[in-house]
């Protein structure tokens, strides 16, 4: 005995779109299914605000190279004379600038009047007995020995109180600063 296999339910008819749309209406969950409006309008709000700041970061960038371009075409001697007047010292000026080793029990830390506290303005760590301190000219601040290096090597004016290290006779003349 064969078996028959079971019969196939009939396939619906496929609805019209115009049947679509009233089911939609006769439905009274169907708005759910939407986003609501103000959804749509907070994407929108939230894209203009971030154009904008994309805007002025770009405006900001434009007006700083402008200037930056402007200064250098307009002044181009004494921008380059001042941009080199703080440029740094020279590896062999400074290392002829004194050193000392501080000592608290001997005082042998110098000037100690110019400067009222025991610590490196640099590092901010206090000088301890047997540290090598370099001691600047003029303004007699002292520094632990590698701290002031880094800094000289980049600046040639005292961290402290900004008095310039290079003298005027040091510095390239304005002839020889347009011709290099």
């Not at 969950?29 to 959804?39: I, K, T, V, W």
């Not at 434009?62 to 004379?81: D, I, K, M």
């Not at 009222?116 to 301190?133: Q, Y």
Request: include cysteine; charged fraction near 15%; proline fraction near 10%.
């Amino acid at each position: 005995m064969a078996q028959t296999p079971p019969p196939i339910p009939p396939i619906p008819p496929i609805p019209s779109p115009t049947s679509i749309r009233t089911l939609c209406d006769q439905d009274p969950h169907h708005d759910q299914l939407q986003p609501p409006n103000h959804l749509n309008s907070m994407v929108i709000l939230a894209a203009i605000f971030c154009a904008f700041v994309c805007a002025l970061g770009l405006n900001s960038m434009l007006q700083c190279v402008f200037q930056c371009a402007n200064r250098a075409l307009t002044e181009p001697v004494q921008w380059v004379a001042s941009r080199r007047l703080n440029s740094g010292l020279k590896k062999e000026e400074m290392v002829a600038l004194p050193t000392s080793t501080y000592s608290a029990d001997l005082n042998t830390s110098p000037s100690s009047s110019s400067s009222s506290s025991s610590g490196c303005a640099i590092c901010l760590v206090d000088f301890s007995d047997g540290d090598k301190i370099r001691v600047l000219p003029k303004c007699n601040h002292w520094f632990h020995v590698a701290c002031i290096d880094k800094w000289l090597l980049r600046h040639s004016s005292c961290p402290t109180c900004r008095h310039r290290l290079k003298s005027s006779g040091s510095m390239p003349s304005l002839a020889e600063i347009v011709t290099t």
